[in-house]
């Protein structure tokens, strides 16, 4: 048998080829007659089409031209409700709706031709926010604006407000967040009567664009091929839009029978494509005289854009994590996804969580001061622990011990010592120092009954050489997916990591494995990956074939045997959900997530008072994931996301007017680079989980959900001032600090 791969920090599979320049983006490849594509886009918010006009200065009869007239099939984005057109035909609903596509064989044509298509309107009323929705609803969507509503109930919410020693209220946004991932999205479409549909692009998700173009086309689905190029960069913003991009490509090269590349530039990326869903929360909560949790009410609002696009799911998993890591013995959960006319919102990485979980940790510091109670200790008193049950009621049967990871993360933050030392020295200092924690969960895999809905198959097969593969339709697009599924099946065959590769990510090669989102790739995928490469063994066991169960060599001669003798070898393996795992959709109740992974956040920041800006010093992230397969790609994911949320928190603010996204560059939409990031220093904590590969359970958003109350709660601990928002801006401490700092002075004066 070889040595251990699992947990071995053992070169990326395709690093080599990314770093020495090989690897092929969408925009690297061309192929013979191409033309290159491009959308005219709406420019209201709201409105009819009343006409389409074709300016003087271009040579239209060059250009192929595609409207909603020319779908052959249905004339939607196939995706959970098919609401959405592919190409808007009367109705606009949003600012950078599609209307007409483009194409020519010289790409810097295409701008001037945009530019020069002029679409004729009649502007109606609209509404670009959760308040104006909610209150303004009859105007646009007459009875009902929602896409989405969830309720979650435990215990008896409407007994607990008489019993309270206190009850606290708040109420807390989070903004719109770009994905803004290096390579924007891009695909390549060829369409012929021998092949049907093929299409190369940069995408998470092949067999979601599988389906919607089997929708758009009308052919079944051996004649319609998906292909992942190498991919720079997703974040869910690659999980739904690339069906779009890639219906168009495919309208414009089957009507000119020609293959059509198109691939936006960064300002048409970040003002057309999805986003993460702004927020609003409402708490109200009952706390004993101990300080326990009696219970609470919490309201989730989250705003969807102008079509359901992936709202749902994303509402769902923040309705879920809305709790958090706690014990409440009664609560009430109210989720809504409401209506707008801005682009559709979409999947970002934490999916919902990382929206109703600023809002839940901002607010446990919030009940721990009006309390008189340390933050800490207030957690300390609350936290879940195992034989417990969360807001859905699913029992905790995980061995975890959040009090040991509170702890941990405390003294490897020094926590006590720090706060103490600031809270002197903050007194008369113009940059004000301050602590901040977050407690935090996150459910790895699809929420519910998801997993059981998607049926995942994953495949292994060997060649005659004893070379095997991984066959997933799962993804690479940084985070490591290619890596540590060889992993897995070089570790349960007994071979070398190198002995492994990945089949690629094509709809005609690979089996439906689902989505490459909610954290599922590693536990669930990995899993499978283990079973079927295990499979693959017994069944060269079963032929009687002597080293199959031996070591390198002789298993790669007994592979070579078999498919000389016998053909094909290659093993499968399907979902099957734990014991004890079951979901009730009606109720929304009962186990959510196979497995959660557990967190302690602490940020230590300064607040500059003459500026009003906010550095982070340093950020201590521990968490709990089970078994770690790869050390250096766990880190780095719990860096990025870190550094992703610091951004989310501080630095990345979309600015709309009318529903259009006015700062859409990459000059004026602000993300901190390193130079604004503090030493993230990532700590682990392993219990292995008995149904993950080799103890493993998902890692990939849970990085997302903490830091940003994190540092808001050090914020607020260095300022003495609240802010209950995000990105918390500059000019919102200045405006708070000047104008609390004014009705003092005002009231002393007035005294």
Not at 337 to 356: D, I, K, L, M
Not at 369 to 386: C, Q, V, W
Request: aromatic fraction near 8%; glycine fraction near 8%.
């Amino acid at each position: 048998m070889s040595e251990r791969v699992v947990g071995v920090a053992v070169p990326r599979k395709e690093g080599a080829a990314k770093v020495t320049g090989t690897a092929k983006y969408v925009d690297d490849i061309r192929l013979d007659g191409m033309l290159y594509g491009a959308t005219v886009r709406s420019t209201i918010a709201r409105g009819t089409i009343k006409g389409i006009h074709f300016g003087e200065g271009i040579d239209w009869d060059e250009f192929v031209v595609v409207t909603a007239k020319d779908v052959p099939g249905k004339n939607v984005v196939s995706l959970i409700v098919e609401d959405q057109p592919l190409l808007a035909d009367k109705q606009i609903n949003h600012p950078e709706e599609p209307i007409l596509l483009l194409a020519h064989a010289d790409r810097h044509l295409l701008p001037l031709a945009v530019a020069a298509v002029r679409i004729e309107y009649e502007a109606m009323p609209s509404v670009h926010s959760i308040e104006e929705s909610e209150c303004c609803k009859e105007i646009v969507w007459g009875e009902d604006n929602t896409f989405k509503t969830y309720t979650i109930d435990k215990g008896n919410i409407d007994e607990v407000w008489k019993d309270a020693a206190w009850i606290v209220e708040g109420e807390y946004t989070t903004g719109a967040q770009e994905q803004l991932y290096i390579e924007n999205n891009g695909v390549i479409a060829q369409v012929n009567d021998a092949d049907g549909v093929t299409v190369w692009g940069s995408m998470q998700c092949p067999f979601y664009v599988h389906k919607a173009l089997m929708a758009l086309t009308g052919l079944p689905e051996d004649k319609v091929r998906v292909i992942q190029t190498e991919t720079g960069g997703a974040f869910g913003g690659k999980e739904d839009y690339p069906s779009i991009i890639a219906g168009h490509a495919v309208l414009l090269a089957k009507k000119s029978g020609r293959p059509v590349k198109i691939v936006y530039d960064r300002m048409e990326d970040m003002a057309a494509t999805t986003k993460r869903h702004p927020s609003r929360t409402r708490h109200r909560t009952a706390i004993d005289k101990d300080g326990k949790l009696l219970g609470g009410e919490i309201e989730f609002v989250i705003d969807g854009g102008a079509y359901v696009t992936l709202s749902p799911v994303v509402l769902s998993r923040g309705t879920i994590h809305a709790a958090g890591p706690y014990c409440w013995p009664s609560i009430r959960v109210k989720a809504t996804a409401v209506a707008t006319n801005t682009p559709p919102h979409g999947a970002f990485r934490g999916f919902g969580a990382p929206q109703s979980l600023f809002a839940l940790e901002r607010h446990m510091d919030v009940v721990a001061r009006a309390i008189g109670m340390a933050p800490d200790e207030f957690r300390r008193k609350n936290l879940l622990r195992s034989g417990e049950s969360t807001a859905t009621q699913q029992v905790i049967r995980e061995p975890i011990d959040l009090q040991h990871l509170l702890d941990r993360a405390l003294e490897l933050s020094d926590y006590h010592a720090k706060m103490a030392r600031f809270s002197k020295q903050n007194v008369l200092a113009t940059k004000k120092k301050g602590m901040g924690i977050a407690a935090f969960f996150h459910g790895a895999g699809f929420t519910g009954s998801g997993e059981r809905y998607l049926n995942a198959l994953v495949g292994v097969d060997a060649d005659e050489r004893g070379d095997v593969r991984v066959l997933v339709s799962s993804t690479e697009f940084g985070q490591g997916t290619n890596t540590i599924l060889c992993q897995i099946a070089a570790e349960a065959l007994g071979l070398e990591y190198d002995d492994v590769s990945m089949a690629p990510p094509d709809t005609r090669v690979v089996p439906n494995s689902g989505p490459t989102v909610a954290s599922r790739t590693a536990m669930i995928i990995g899993k499978l990956v283990q079973r079927a490469a295990t499979d693959l063994k017994e069944k060269l066991v079963a032929a009687g074939l002597p080293g199959a169960d031996a070591r390198r060599d002789a298993f790669r001669r007994a592979c070579g045997e078999y498919v000389r003798t016998r053909g094909e070898l290659k093993a499968y393996s399907r979902y099957q959900a734990p014991p004890d795992v079951y979901w009730d959709d009606t109720k929304y109740r009962g186990e959510a997530y196979p497995a959660f992974g557990w967190a302690v956040y602490v940020a230590e920041v300064t607040v500059d008072t003459a500026t009003y800006s906010v550095t982070v010093d340093d950020f201590v992230a521990l968490q709990e994931v089970g078994r770690v397969l790869h050390p250096v790609l766990a880190a780095g994911q719990i860096e990025g996301g870190v550094a992703q949320a610091i951004g989310y928190a501080l630095y990345e603010k979309v600015e709309w007017k009318q529903g259009r996204m006015l700062n859409n560059q990459m000059t004026n939409y602000i993300m901190p680079t390193s130079q604004d990031l503090p030493p993230i220093r990532v700590y682990f904590e392993e219990v292995p989980y008995q149904y993950g590969p080799y103890g493993a359970k998902g890692i990939g958003e849970l990085p997302m959900d903490g830091p940003a109350p994190a540092i808001v709660n050090a914020v607020v601990a260095a300022t003495g001032e609240e802010f209950r928002s995000i990105p918390l801006m500059p000019e919102d401490i200045f405006s708070t600090m000047y104008v609390n700092a004014s009705t003092k002075i005002s009231d002393e004066v007035t005294a």
